[in-house]
């Protein structure tokens, strides 16, 4: 049986994972999902890799679950069920690399979800994107919550209940995407763009991501104490020092990831 998500070390320190189910849209079913969120956490342990690219094969990112095993379960079941094809969204909040979304075609559903949970995301300019399930008498109540904290609450919302697919350019406006690219340049453009984070202090990187969602629900002024505690303990590493020295002397840093 073909592998359902395939990992690659890149140039520049970049790991990437493929959704390997182009036959499919790249649909989620229980053994990408885990397979996913195995890729993640291999590539997360990866000493060579500071940044990691998600992207799809075939024709599409990802459009949504693949629903072929919907029938015939408990309310428990579908519970578990879901709470599975949503683990590896959970996990790229956990990591602690940057993991960043290559999206063409289309991106539905748990595919949009995963667009959201992505900590950055670089699309096609003719790619599209949406939570469809409405349409099919379901919801994506599950991928809604990474997409509302990144559009805000009215713009999620309507994509809830509407379900239509957005073109690159809205979903850029509405913050669901950083940046669009012609579809020609997206691989050439993710690796660059993938690469120049690579570059930057991995420590730094870091803890800035952990520290960002730690404090994405605290009190307004419990955010800033936090953050103040993360910057302080990036204040006493090597890269730090490095990163100060550097810029001083006028030279490129040599990070020591310490």
């Not at 500071?50 to 799809?56: F, M």
């Not at 629900?217 to 302080?232: C, G, H, I, R, T």
């Amino acid at each position: 049986m073909a592998e359902t998500v395939v990992i690659a070390n890149l140039e520049n320190n970049i790991g990437e994972i493929t959704l390997n189910r182009a036959d499919s849209l790249n649909t989620f079913t229980l053994a990408l999902a885990a397979e996913l969120n195995d890729a993640l956490l291999q590539l997360d342990g990866d000493s060579a890799v500071r940044v990691i690219l998600i992207k799809g094969a075939g024709k599409a990112f990802c459009a949504g679950i693949d629903v072929g095993d919907f029938f015939g379960k408990s309310a428990m079941e579908y519970k578990k069920w879901i709470a599975s094809m949503e683990t590896p969204l959970i996990t790229i909040s956990r990591l602690n690399k940057p993991v960043i979304a290559q999206v063409h075609g289309v991106a539905a559903a748990n595919g949009a979800g995963l667009v959201a949970a992505c900590d950055l995301a670089i699309a096609a300019d003719t790619a599209r994107m949406g939570l469809t399930a409405i349409n099919v008498g379901l919801n994506c109540v599950g991928p809604v919550i990474p997409v509302s904290r990144s559009v805000g609450r009215k713009r999620a919302m309507e994509l809830l209940l509407y379900g239509e697919l957005i073109k690159a350019p809205a979903a850029l406006d509405m913050g669901l995407i950083n940046k669009v690219v012609p579809a020609d340049d997206l691989e050439t453009e993710a690796r660059r763009w993938a690469a120049v984070l690579a570059a930057k202090s991995p420590i730094a990187v870091q803890i800035a991501k952990s520290a960002f969602y730690s404090a994405a629900d605290l009190e307004y002024d419990k955010a800033f104490e936090y953050m103040n505690e993360a910057f302080a303990r990036l204040c006493s590493t090597e890269d730090a020092k490095e990163g100060v020295s550097a810029f001083l002397e006028k030279r490129q840093p040599d990070w020591k990831e310490k």
